[in-house]
């Protein structure tokens, strides 16, 4: 008998193992579930986008265009700060040349496809279709203190966790950095024209960013650093956001992980464990058959030490799966052993996908974790979830018409 069945069978419980329902998941030639670390060969990138170059490379491109570079500022203003691609409204430019320069400079990145709204309009999924058909969705939030837009960072997703909707697809594509940020762009263009559903305030724009839409966003991680770059930069280079409201939340990618703890942007980090025992993260997790439980921990902990920034570790709860008495303690365990005070536990209860048959967790077995790991003195808040309704919260985002 497996470690974790004999577990289970002493708490009385069962041990389900995670394999994909209803579908079929990817099989590399190893015999093992398919990773893919790269885009499928042979797709092109959208064309460039201010939001792709830094402000010094803008006013050279105007400057190729025989126009002054001061123009490169004017129009970063009208784009990060007003929200606007559209020439028609851009008084500060020579009348002849608005519309040369606009299509040039902004590229349709995003199209809207379609929104869907819930929570009383406060929760709002948005269906972008990119310039080579590829869909991909955002979702935005808006709480009593703050609004949140949940952005993706690729095409489908190559890291094919069998309770997740987007992996079942696959990778398709890394987005570029401009279609990175036009989510938060266009997301912004809604709020201010009073799109987003419940109580106003003036002049408010989306001021937490995470990374758990599709894709994995260290999968793809020269785009989506200078995308995190450019959110943090003032105006007009960039959105002028504080790094410490963006979460960038990754599968485990252990050198990522690190080179991201040397960026020296300060930004929330989040890693999707699961699982503290590698015997059931090898099946839930694909790419735990290269870094494995303690590694990625390992990482975490030094992203912690590098940075001072408090770590989260996400765990999706999913009844009889990953719910044992045992694994809460192991976790703490796991947790405690590198020290206290740099991390906290995020349990989120499992949302359904299409073709799981795989459950959330009981609430009295939900408490019980919580507990386990409370009693042990480790930090932890159940997330609450945003946007099942619409098929928009984590681990629901397919992207389908
Ligand atoms: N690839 C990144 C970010 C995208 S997923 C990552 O894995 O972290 C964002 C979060 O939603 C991750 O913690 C992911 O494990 C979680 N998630 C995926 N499927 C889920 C589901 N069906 N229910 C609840 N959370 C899920």
């Known amino acids: 008998m497996r470690i ?16 994909a329902e209803g579908w079929k998941q990817a099989m590399g030639d190893d015999g093992r579930p398919q990773l893919q670390f790269t885009a499928k060969k042979r797709v092109s990138q959208p064309p460039v ?12 491109k105007l400057k190729e265009m025989g126009l002054p570079g001061f123009r490169a500022k004017q129009l970063s203003v009208h784009y990060f700060q007003h ?25 349709t990145l995003l199209t809207e496809v379609k929104r869907l709204a819930t929570d009383d309009g406060k929760t709002i999924k948005f269906l972008w279709r990119l310039f080579d058909g590829s ?12 609004i ?16 997740c909707a987007t992996g079942q697809a696959g990778l398709t594509r890394n987005m570029s950095t401009a279609e990175i940020l036009d989510q938060i762009v266009q997301a912004n263009r809604v709020i201010a024209e009073g799109g987003l559903g419940g109580q106003k305030h003036p002049e408010e724009r989306v001021g937490n960013i995470v990374f758990m839409g599709m894709g994995e966003p260290l999968a793809n991680y020269k785009r989506v650093m200078n995308a995190v770059h450019r959110m943090v930069a003032d105006v007009p280079e960039g959105l002028g956001m504080s790094a410490r409201g963006i979460t960038v939340s990754t599968v485990g990618l252990v050198p990522a992980i690190n080179k991201l703890s040397e960026e020296g942007v300060p930004v929330t980090f989040a890693l999707s464990l699961h699982a503290p025992d590698d015997e059931l993260r090898d099946e839930m997790i694909p790419v735990n058959s290269r870094w494995k439980v303690d590694e990625a921990l390992d990482a975490a902990f030094n992203y912690y030490v590098k940075t001072g920034r408090r770590v989260s570790i996400e765990y999706a709860l999913i009844k009889d799966m990953n719910d044992h008495g045992w694994r809460a303690d192991l976790l703490a365990r796991k947790l405690n052993a590198r020290g206290r005070g740099w991390v906290h536990v995020n349990p989120i ?13 009981e609430p009295d077995v939900t408490a019980e974790f919580i507990d386990r790991l409370e009693s042990a003195g480790v930090p932890t808040t159940l997330r609450d979830t945003r946007g099942k309704e619409i098929d928009g919260a984590c681990g629901q985002l397919a992207a389908a018409e």
């Open 4 to 19: 974790s069945e004999s577990r289970a069978k002493a708490e009385g419980r069962a041990q389900v193992r995670p394999t």
């Open 49 to 60: 986008h201010l939001a792709d170059l830094t402000l010094a490379e803008r006013a050279d």
């Open 83 to 107: 929200y606007t691609t559209d020439p028609e409204l851009m008084s500060d430019l020579p009348k002849d040349r608005r519309a040369e320069i606009a299509e040039v400079m902004f590229p």
């Open 135 to 146: 869909l991909v969705e955002s979702v935005l939030m808006r709480y009593s203190n703050r």
């Open 148 to 163: 949140t837009l949940c952005i993706s960072s690729q095409c489908g997703c190559g890291m094919n966790c069998p309770f």
């Open 349 to 361: 209860p499992l949302n359904p996908t299409p073709g799981s048959v795989w459950t959330a967790s």
